[in-house]
């Protein structure tokens, strides 16, 4: 018999001994931190439906990255509101729009932060979907085309990586080809490879002011049941050229990102979404739960599953945490 001879319970009698044979480690490193920018001076505004998020004016926003690269984060990703919106989103490509004022300044200020960008039109139009509307329904190639001149425009303001987050179909391969053509072939493309339409980013949707005026947005992102679709997804993407892949939200998918683990020799990318944020404030708030460490655990859970990068609202608390 095994027992009483195998006893793992020997190598847990003591935090060191558990930190010894650990087998996931959570580093600073693997943490970027997506953060919301808005116009104005000195604006600070919190976003009620995520405790200790705020949205950002840019000088606001600086600060908030210098301290995020003080406390060892490597990189944050950004999100516009701009001033005004229309039908085709056209702040998002304007080179003197909110991300684009906001990429030159955190790279002026924070040069050693890798500056990812989200490349979307969800933000910008007033419609809230993802691309160009007619009749109701979202156009995929003329979303495409202004997506890659959106991503064009966050290169030239000097961001480092791009991250396409729409779901329309071959967007990644128009980006790869604008960018090279305008002399950024070496901006980097992250593909929100397999993005669900998850009820999860309800709180993002506040923040961002991207809420759908009519219907929703399961047409283009991918439906929750489909496990096969998302690594057919994210294959494709990587043909088109995507240096990184991502799957968004990462723990109800943490199978999917495990499967493209095991198939795929890329970085790997996992969206801890607002909601998933905000459920383990909202428990830790009412006493439920300890917020800290459930943060923490879930994070452990998402590289576990396979991610290189985590994107979480928690990362500064969390870096914070790490380096104590």
């Not at 890659?148 to 980006?175: C, F, W, Y």
């Not at 294959?235 to 968004?248: C, H, I, S």
Request: charged share 30%.
């Amino acid at each position: 018999m095994s027992f009483p001879r195998t006893r793992q319970r020997r190598l847990r009698r003591s935090e060191t001994l558990r930190a010894m044979v650990r087998e996931t480690r959570l580093s600073r490193d693997d943490l970027i931190l997506p953060l919301f920018v808005v116009p104005g001076s000195g604006v600070r505004e919190p976003v009620a439906s995520m405790p200790g998020v705020f949205r950002h004016s840019v000088d606001q926003l600086v600060l908030e990255c210098k301290e995020a690269r003080d406390l060892g984060v490597p990189g944050i990703i950004l999100f516009g509101i701009p001033e005004e919106k229309d039908a085709r989103g056209s702040g998002a490509d304007a080179a003197d729009g909110i991300t684009q004022r906001a990429v030159e300044a955190v790279k002026r200020e924070v040069a050693d932060l890798v500056v990812m960008t989200d490349v979307c039109l969800c933000e910008y139009t007033d419609h809230g979907h993802c691309g160009i509307v007619q009749d109701e329904e979202v156009l995929n190639d003329p979303s495409v085309a202004r997506l890659a001149e959106t991503a064009l425009s966050h290169a030239r303001a000097g961001a480092d990586v791009v991250a396409p987050s729409d779901m329309m179909d071959g967007r990644v391969a128009a980006i790869r080809s604008r960018l090279d053509d305008q002399g950024f072939e070496n901006v980097a493309i992250l593909s929100y490879a397999a993005k669900f339409a998850s009820a999860y980013y309800g709180p993002f949707r506040d923040a961002a002011e991207s809420t759908p005026s009519f219907g929703d947005r399961r047409a283009y992102q991918m439906d929750p049941p489909n496990g096969r679709e998302a690594l057919r997804e994210m294959r494709l993407d990587l043909q088109e050229g995507a240096d990184a892949l991502m799957v968004k939200p990462a723990l109800p998918y943490l199978d999917i990102l495990a499967a493209a683990a095991r198939e795929f020799d890329v970085p790997l990318a996992a969206y801890h979404v607002s909601g998933e944020y905000a459920m383990i404030h909202a428990a830790a708030e009412r006493g439920w739960i300890d917020g800290e460490r459930a943060m923490d655990e879930a994070l452990i859970a998402i590289k576990r599953a396979g991610a290189d990068l985590i994107l979480t609202y928690a990362a500064t608390d969390v870096a914070r945490r790490l380096s104590a």
